[in-house]
């Protein structure tokens, strides 16, 4: 039985829709990540989980026990779900302590939250008040005011927005081993792709309310099943191909690889940056158009000459190459691609 299962959920707001036919099954002990772009209905799907907002249609079962479906609706405090919000919803007025608390009942709370406090790091700091704390340690207590109940699924919603680039790496990196080493099954939104393929066992993809794909990280970075997801994960730049019978012929070179579809096919391949090599050469068949410098490496981005195509490359920060510089553009050998038909094409 999996600990969370979503079966062709749909919600509106105000007649538009949010959520559309989606269905899920998150597995026992799985960290699941719900990534897509803004409005895209994630946050959306983690709080008709929750029991925050009551679905039109579908249904919501978590572990063997339904929660929503058409005539039943289990309010979130009978759900035994633990949230950890964006904001961490810390009470202002409570210490450390009595946040991880919250949500507990018997003698056993004092040592509960110990226990609990230990885990995220925090042990000793029981008296402390939020506003005494950073924004990690904040968010560690919201973390383990979630945690404490010993929920059947922990929700997180974008838990590391708020935070600096390097507190959210390090942090990001604190709870992943935090909620593996207690086993409890996870579901967390995030807009960052980084984060998403870090944390998430699966990644489940999202777009205009539906879902595109959820598989693992990898799976769907080399294998990504619509169109939408190979553009939306890894900067995918398209080169049409042509199918033959031992792999793909581009204009950037040849690919080796078996492809599904009978020879003299046309499609497009997915070039991604880290598919592509770029040198210096003042007869190449591409030009520098732009570059972003991103410490370690620049990101370039390219126009073919001849056509109206530009493409993403990644070269190490010693190819420092300027604007309007005459480049060649070839592909990385080794790297099968992913393909799409023509009649694909947005």
């Not at 009978?262 to 497009?268: C, I, K, M, Y």
């Not at 520098?288 to 410490?295: D, L, M």
């Not at 990385?332 to 691609?337: D, I, Q």
């Amino acid at each position: 039985m999996n600990p969370v299962h979503c079966e062709q959920l749909s919600k509106s707001f105000r007649s538009v829709p949010a959520v559309q036919q989606f269905s899920l099954s998150v597995r026992p002990g799985e960290i699941m990540a719900l990534l897509g772009p803004s409005g895209c209905g994630k946050t959306t799907v983690l709080r008709l989980i929750a029991g925050f907002e009551r679905p039109d249609a579908g249904r919501i079962a978590i572990g063997e026990r339904e929660v929503a479906a058409p005539g039943l609706f289990v309010p979130p405090e009978r759900r035994h779900v633990g949230m950890v919000f964006q904001h961490y919803a810390l009470f202002p007025h409570l210490s450390v302590g009595d946040n991880v608390a919250y949500g507990l009942r018997g003698k056993g709370r004092q040592a509960a939250v110990r226990e609990m406090l230990d885990l995220v790091g925090l042990g000793g700091l029981e008296r402390r008040m939020p506003h005494e704390l950073s924004g990690g340690q904040q968010q560690r207590v919201a973390l383990a005011r979630a945690l404490a109940p010993r929920p059947a699924v922990l929700l997180l919603d974008e838990p590391f927005s708020n935070l600096d680039a390097d507190l959210r790496a390090a942090l990001r990196t604190q709870v992943r081993e935090i909620i593996k080493h207690v086993g409890t099954t996870a579901l967390f939104v995030t807009h960052d792709q980084e984060e998403a393929l870090y944390m998430g066992d699966r990644v489940a993809v999202m777009n205009a309310g539906h879902l595109e794909q959820a598989a693992e990280p990898e799976a769907l970075f080399a294998a990504p099943a619509t169109r939408f997801v190979a553009e939306f994960i890894g900067q995918a730049s398209f080169v049409p191909a042509a199918v033959t019978e031992n792999g793909l012929d581009t204009e950037l070179g040849f690919v080796p690889q078996p492809v599904s579809a009978p020879s003299g096919t046309l499609v497009e391949a997915v070039a991604r940056p880290d598919d592509l090599v770029l040198s210096a050469d003042p007869q190449g068949n591409a030009r520098i158009v732009s570059r972003t410098f991103r410490g370690g490496e620049y990101v370039y981005e390219v126009a073919l000459l001849g056509s109206q195509r530009t493409l993403r490359c990644v070269c190490n920060h010693v190819h420092d190459y300027a604007a309007d510089t005459r480049v060649r553009v070839a592909l990385a050998p080794g790297h099968a691609l992913a393909w799409f038909p023509v009649s694909e094409a947005r």
